[in-house]
């Protein structure tokens, strides 16, 4: 079974520019979370999406970040524009189901994103 | 305000030896309970979890335990390998979302 797949795993950009981030999430995984990581400190969520909808996005900076699961499958992270603070891991997991208390969630490898 | 804590930074262990890592939340609401590790370069790899119904789970060289009363749990490994240095996240979850502790950096000497 293939894992979480995110694309591109680095990205270098300049200040201001704009930058997305991909995530395919494991099949079948109708949860998918995106987070974010800062060096030193543990995954912080960003998003939840439970199939196509956004049911948790209280911690998304909605300013200058935007995410979307189309068809409730794969999902894209976007920030525009991106400031030097934006600097960190973005890291996107799936689980089968939310709800399920025992359900594991498994990560992506991550998009280290550097903000110049 | 940190729902989930992993007080020490870092834990060096001798090879052979016995690695504990600790962690400590403070929602009553979290009933499941999972540990990662994560390798440079990699996001983070399940290792092992716990329901709260129960007080401890084994799976090979890795047990968890769970406290529930003190909020507490632990992640022991014996015997201790150097491969087994990297990073270990603590994860609580309420059935929902997830909330990570900040992670302890264990070093396996030879």
């Known amino acids: 079974e293939a894992g979480v797949v995110q694309s591109p795993r680095y990205k270098i950009i300049e200040k201001k520019q704009p930058v997305a981030f991909w995530c395919n999430p494991i099949s079948g995984h109708n949860t998918l979370y995106w987070y974010l990581q800062n060096l030193g400190q543990g995954p912080e969520l960003l998003i939840r999406y439970e199939n196509e909808e956004a049911v948790d996005d209280s911690q998304l900076p909605k300013d200058r970040f935007s995410a979307e699961r189309l068809k409730g499958v794969d999902s894209t992270l976007k920030i525009q524009p991106a400031e030097l603070g934006d600097s960190a891991v973005y890291l996107c997991?799936?689980?089968?189901?939310?709800?399920?208390?025992?359900?594991?969630?498994?990560f992506g490898p991550g998009t280290r994103l550097t903000v110049l | 305000d940190q729902q989930v804590k992993q007080n020490s930074p870092s834990l060096s262990v001798q090879e052979g030896r016995i690695s504990i890592l600790n962690c400590d939340y403070t929602?009553?609401?979290?009933?499941?309970f999972l540990w990662y590790k994560k390798y440079p370069a990699e996001g983070p790899t399940f290792l092992i979890s716990i329901s709260s119904i129960k007080d401890k789970n084994e799976d090979g060289r890795f047990t968890v335990f769970l406290n529930k009363s003190a909020k507490h749990l632990s992640l022991h490994i014996v015997p201790s390998q150097p491969g087994d240095s990297a990073v270990y996240f603590c994860a609580a979850s309420d059935g929902q979302n997830f909330v990570f502790g900040p992670g302890t950096r264990l070093s396996v000497l030879p």
């Open positions: 997991a799936s689980r089968r189901l939310a709800g399920e208390s025992t359900d594991t969630q498994y």
């Open positions: 929602n009553s609401m979290f009933d499941y």
